[in-house]
Structures are given as C-alpha cells and as structure tokens.
C-alpha cells in the first residue's frame, strides 16, 4: 500500500468548503490554505479540478508532496474531461428554448430552486431575466416575481419556458432596460446575474468587469436586499458588506466544481430561510 501523498491548497476562502470543493477527506485550514492526506488518485484528481482556477480574486495554488508522477497527472485529466461530459442541466423539462447565450449562462435548475427557496413569499425583481432560470426558481419558490429582461426574443423564451413550469402566469414580464426600470419598482429583493462575457477572467473579476452590476450597485437601495450571481473568480474582497456564497453542481461531473457565486447584501425574508 502506498504512502498517503500531502496536498496542500493554498488561496481558499473560508466560505468555500474544501470537502466539496478538493475532496470528501480530512482538511486541516490554516487561514487561506488547507492541508489533507490522500490517495495518490485523489491527488491527482484534485490537481486535475484545481488547474487554473481562480477564486475570490486568486488562482488556487496546489502543492503535490511527494510529487505526482506523469502518468499520474494524465490518468488525473483524463478521468476529469470524462467527469465533465456529466454535468448539472439547465432546464429538465423537455420543450424549453433558450439561445446560446442564454444556455451557457442559464442557472442551472436546481440551483435556482435551492437559491429561490430562503425568499419564499417576497417580492422578487429579476433584473436581467434571460431565457428566465433564476425567474422560474423564485416563482415555484412561491415568491411575487417582476422578470426583465431588454432582448425581446429572450424574454419570449423566458415566456415559454414559465409556461413549460407552470409558473407563466405568476411572473410579470418586462422588456426593457434594468437601469431604467429598476428605481420605479418595490421588492424585497432585486436579484441579478449580469452578462459575464464569454472570455471573461477565470483569475479574477471584479465589479468593473461586469459594468451592469456596478451601475446597479452604485444605486443600491438601503434596507433593500440585493442579490447578484458572479463568476467563481469574482473578488469578494472588493464587496466587504456582501456575503458571499459558492454554488456547486449537483451532478457527478461537476459535485467538486464551482459554477457561480452569489453575493448578497440584507438578509432573507422567509422563515424558512437556512445559513446560506
């Protein structure tokens, strides 16, 4: 049997969870890093995930000892391109339409379920719609939902797709434009996932790389909760009063992988609302 191998994560935030991040092993944190003993496998696995990530701002830095041998390195990537053809789906229900755009930057369905659910019952202003992920969420989440969306074929499809849940009667449906819209409208909650960009920066991001966020940020409403999806390389630093949250997928291929984070300023609403 061979000897544990020493792996070493340094660049983790406290609010990422290295177990579902790394490993399902023992981690032991020393501020921004963590330090488990594994398999030589689930060393391998871990570098493979880990290769040019980038998280709150920083690329993880992974460090192997004894170092990993090269078939070692390859039977690791080899295993995580197989993994990845297995991920969390955007829509289940068959019949839903979505651009390409709309299809890649879609919250997956049961994270926008999961993410829906602590607002149960409140006023939700979806402000950048889309083919309608997040909308739907907070609609079968129960909650009063106003979606926008400026495109007007997505927002046809974020129709659609309401319809194809059942829920194409409890959205209010707006085209037009966030910045415009957004101070003639009462919520509880303004959520938004603005348009990341195909190429945007999996190192680091920050506000100013998603202009429509920093517009909207910068006439944020006091008492009024704010909630914005972001890459996984987003610089929560640069937010000191929004508390971020990493959102992993649920399928095998993608359980260890971060696919956004969310930062919120103000609390939930619903009674039901859990640590998040």
């Given at each position: 049997?061979?000897?544990?191998?020493?792996?070493?994560?340094?660049?983790?935030?406290?609010?990422?969870?290295?177990?579902?991040?790394?490993?399902?092993?023992?981690?032991?944190?020393?501020?921004?890093?963590?330090?488990?003993?594994?398999?030589?496998?689930?060393?391998?696995?871990?570098?493979?995930?880990?290769?040019g990530?980038?998280?709150?701002g920083?690329?993880?830095?992974?460090?192997?000892r004894?170092?990993?041998?090269?078939?070692?390195v390859?039977?690791?990537?080899?295993?995580?391109?197989?993994?990845?053809?297995?991920t969390?789906?955007?829509?289940?229900?068959?019949?839903?339409?979505?651009?390409?755009?709309?299809?890649?930057?879609?919250?997956?369905?049961?994270?926008?379920?999961?993410?829906?659910?602590p607002?149960?019952?409140?006023?939700?202003?979806?402000?950048?719609?889309?083919?309608?992920?997040?909308?739907?969420?907070?609609?079968?989440?129960?909650?009063?939902?106003?979606?926008?969306?400026r495109?007007?074929?997505?927002?046809?499809?974020?129709?659609?797709?309401?319809?194809?849940?059942?829920?194409?009667?409890?959205?209010?449906?707006?085209?037009g434009?966030?910045?415009?819209?957004?101070?003639t409208?009462?919520?509880?909650?303004?959520f938004?996932?603005p348009?990341?960009?195909v190429?945007?920066?999996?190192?680091?991001?920050?506000?100013?790389?998603?202009?429509?966020?920093?517009?909207?940020?910068?006439?944020?409403?006091?008492?009024v909760?704010f909630?914005?999806?972001?890459?996984?390389?987003?610089?929560?630093?640069?937010m000191?009063?929004?508390?971020?949250?990493?959102?992993?997928?649920?399928?095998?291929?993608?359980?260890?992988?971060?696919?956004?984070?969310?930062?919120?300023?103000?609390?939930?609403?619903?009674?039901?609302?859990?640590?998040?």
């Amino acid at each position: 049997m061979s000897s544990p191998i020493r792996v070493r994560v340094k660049g983790l935030p406290t609010w990422v969870d290295p177990n579902r991040l790394l490993a399902d092993v023992v981690w032991e944190r020393d501020q921004n890093a963590v330090t488990a003993h594994v398999s030589r496998e689930i060393a391998a696995d871990i570098s493979a995930r880990t290769r040019g990530v980038g998280i709150n701002g920083q690329l993880l830095q992974v460090v192997v000892r004894p170092s990993l041998k090269r078939s070692d390195v390859r039977a690791g990537r080899l295993r995580d391109a197989r993994a990845r053809r297995d991920t969390t789906p955007g829509f289940r229900r068959k019949g839903t339409r979505c651009d390409d755009e709309g299809r890649w930057s879609l919250t997956p369905e049961d994270l926008a379920l999961t993410m829906a659910k602590p607002w149960a019952g409140a006023r939700v202003v979806d402000l950048t719609c889309g083919a309608g992920g997040n909308a739907i969420g907070f609609a079968r989440a129960g909650c009063h939902v106003t979606a926008i969306e400026r495109d007007a074929r997505r927002l046809s499809d974020a129709r659609h797709n309401a319809q194809r849940y059942a829920v194409g009667d409890t959205i209010t449906f707006v085209q037009g434009d966030a910045l415009a819209l957004a101070p003639t409208l009462e919520a509880d909650l303004f959520f938004v996932d603005p348009p990341w960009g195909v190429e945007w920066n999996r190192e680091r991001t920050t506000a100013q790389d998603l202009p429509l966020l920093e517009a909207l940020l910068a006439n944020k409403r006091p008492g009024v909760a704010f909630l914005a999806k972001v890459p996984p390389s987003f610089d929560a630093t640069t937010m000191p009063a929004a508390k971020p949250r990493a959102w992993f997928g649920c399928a095998q291929g993608d359980h260890h992988r971060i696919k956004f984070v969310t930062l919120r300023w103000g609390s939930v609403l619903s009674p039901s609302a859990t640590a998040s």
